[in-house]
């Protein structure tokens, strides 16, 4: 069983797809790292820690 040998401008083409999918899943990554949290009770940077009571 052998494949058919890939056209170097497929391959090119193909690769070219596959790294603008991957930089556009990487520029929204990004995008929701850089985005400030969420407002709530648990995402209050000035708030102190919970401690468990321990008994």
């Known amino acids: 069983m052998s ?3 890939v056209a170097p401008q497929n391959l090119l083409a ?3 797809q596959l790294l603008a ?8 990554l990004d995008a929701e790292l850089q985005a400030p949290p ?14 468990r009571s321990e008994q």
């Open 14 to 16: 193909q690769m070219e």
């Open 21 to 28: 999918a991957l930089s556009a899943d990487i520029v929204q």
């Open 38 to 51: 969420p407002h709530g009770p648990q995402s209050d940077p000035g708030a102190e820690p919970q401690q």
């Open 3 to 5: 494949e058919a040998p």
